[in-house]
């Protein structure tokens, strides 16, 4: 395994919810800057959210309410809480920590984690 280790995804049905967990390992010292993205066979991978300098928050346009990005620094773990799940958000989902002090200069990309949502 690597410095980040996604958790939490899986099989469910349209409508229900999941929490995904990114756990950053080794010399990463913090997620305050913390991207989840996602990727479909054939889809260019796509930003779900992010966060930065802990407080400034951004969403795909796609999300529109149903999801939640957030980190606790003491746990070094970053999370998203995706609700009223849609086949359409079936994917494999990526936690991300670009380039910083956290990382010493470090891009860091997790493996992912599977979520498949059935109609």
């Known amino acids: 395994q690597g410095p980040l280790v996604e958790s939490g995804g899986g099989l469910v049905q349209t409508g229900e919810s999941l929490r995904l967990s990114c756990e950053a390992r080794?010399?990463?010292?913090?997620?305050?800057?913390v991207d989840w993205y996602r990727q479909t066979p054939g889809k260019q991978r796509e930003m779900v959210a992010g966060i930065r300098s802990g407080v400034s928050i951004n969403y795909g346009d796609f999300v529109q309410g149903r999801f939640t990005i957030s980190r606790d620094n003491a746990k070094r773990t970053a999370y998203l809480q995706l609700n009223s799940l849609k086949p359409e958000d079936t994917a494999v989902y990526i936690c991300?920590?670009?380039?910083?002090?956290?990382?010493?200069?470090?891009?860091?990309w997790g493996r992912g984690t599977q979520v498949i949502v059935s109609s």
């Open positions: 991300h920590l670009p380039p910083s002090i956290a990382t010493m200069g470090m891009d860091y």
């Open positions: 080794g010399t990463i010292t913090s997620v305050d800057d």
